[in-house]
Structures are given as structure tokens and as C-alpha cells.
Nanobody, 118 residues
Framework: QVQLVESGGGLVQSGGSLRLSCAAS????????MGWFRQAPGKEREFVSR????????YYANSVKGRFTISRDNAKNTVYLQMNSLKPEDTAVYYC???????????WGQGTQVTVSS
């Protein structure tokens, strides 16, 4: 079955950096769009970034544009989210997700906690 496993979360001070990873299995990774989402306490889950299957097209939420970079290594079945200049408002559980087509994200990871202290 499809599994998405996030890692790399943790506690960091404001202005610091973290790199999240999401390892995928059970699917043809190079054919799917991968996305990152986050959910802060008491808030709805929100879109962060996505990268198309070829890796040539990326998209970011305005709140993270210029600070976060999404990338993928199709040989390793892994998608990354490099997060720089972190702010306390970036604190959330971060989820990766896989979209098989255009109708939305079909598979989700279990999430990794990112906490940014002020």
C-alpha cells in the first residue's frame, strides 16, 4: 500500500531553518504531484507548497514564498521542504501528500511537528 513518511521536524528558534523530508513507497513516485500542508493548533489545514512530477514546476503559499523551497528526488522517492527564516507562526504539524491526478490529494503522511520559538 501507499505510505508517506515525514521526518525532519523539531524545535527551532525564530530565524532558524529546518529541512523536512517525505519518503514515499507503494506508488510510482515520478508520476505524482507532491504537496506539503500544515495545520496549526485550532486552525484548519492549509496548503504550503507543491511540486509537479517532473520537478520543474513549483507553487507556494504567499505566507512562505521566498522562505521555503520544495524539491524532489525521484530516484529516492523523496520530496523535501527546506524552510528558512522560520517564524513562530510557522509552528504546525506538517504533512506531505500525493496527488495521482487532478482531483486532489489521494494519500497523506502522518505528519511531523515543527515548533518555532520566539
Amino acid at each position: 500500500q501507499v505510505q508517506l513518511v515525514e521526518s525532519g521536524g523539531g524545535l527551532v528558534q525564530s530565524g532558524g531553518s529546518l529541512r523536512l523530508s517525505c519518503a514515499a513507497s507503494g506508488l510510482t513516485f515520478s508520476t505524482v504531484t507532491m504537496g506539503w500542508f500544515r495545520q496549526a493548533p485550532g486552525k484548519e489545514r492549509e496548503f504550503v507548497s507543491r511540486i509537479m512530477r517532473s520537478g520543474g514546476s513549483t507553487y507556494y503559499a504567499n505566507s512562505v514564498k521566498g522562505r521555503f523551497t520544495i524539491s524532489r528526488d525521484n530516484a529516492k522517492n523523496t520530496v523535501y521542504l527546506q524552510m528558512n527564516s522560520l517564524k513562530p507562526e510557522d509552528t504546525a504539524v506538517y504533512y506531505c501528500a500525493a496527488a495521482m491526478g487532478i482531483s486532489g490529494y489521494n494519500y497523506w503522511g502522518q505528519g511531523t511537528q515543527v515548533t518555532v520559538s520566539s
